[in-house]
C-alpha cells in the first residue's frame, strides 16, 4: 500500500540509481486507468498540458504535441473536447500525453481494464506499436494473462507479494499460466536495462 507502508526496494535504470530522484524527477510517465482528462480543454491542450500547465508553449513543443497526436491517430480529434470522444479515443489522448514528454519508461497501470475486451486488445495493440516503434522500456500491470499473449515481452507473476514466475510470454503461455492472477507484470519492449527489486514489508521477494 504505497505511502501508508513502509516501503524499501531499488530501482535503477540503465545502471543509474533512481532512488534518489524524486517522483516528477525520474525518467517514467505513467497511464493509469483513468484517462484524467480535463473536460474543458480540447484534445490538443490536454496533449500539451503533460509538458507546460500553463498551456504556453514554444515552436518545439507544439511539434511535439503533433507528433503525439500523429502517433496516435488523433489529428483529425484534436480540436474535440472530452466529451465528444469515445472511450477509446479518450485513451488514445492520455496514451499520447503519456508519449509526449518522451520519457524512456512507461508504466501501463491497468490503463484500458474499463474498456470492452475488443477495444482492449485495439490500445494493447497499439501500445505494443509505439513502444516498440519508439524504443521504450514498458511496464503493464495487469491481471489478465491474456494481456500478456497480445503483446509478449517477458511476463512476471506476482501473487502475495512473491515472484513467483518470471518468463517469456512465449515459455509462461495461456495454456500455462492461470487465467486469473493477482498481478502480472508484463515487460514489452526493453532497449535500456530497468531493474526491479521489490521488499514488501520487511522481506525480500525476487
Known sequence: MGGFLEGRGELSFNGDSLLALPAYERPISTLFQSDNLFPQLTVWQNVAIGLSPSLFLNIEQQEKVDWALGKTQLVDKKGRFPQALSGGQAQRVA???????????LLLDEPFSALDPALREEMLYLV???TQELGLTTLLI??????ASLVGGRVILIEGGRVVAHESVSVLDQENAP??????????IVRQWLLIRLHIVREIHY
Open 95 to 105: 496514451i499520447a500525453r503519456a508519449l509526449v514528454r518522451k520519457k524512456p519508461i
Open 128 to 130: 505494443n506499436d509505439v
Open 142 to 147: 495487469s491481471h489478465l494473462p491474456h494481456e
Open 179 to 188: 487465467r486469473f492472477f493477482p498481478i502480472i507484470l508484463v515487460l514489452l
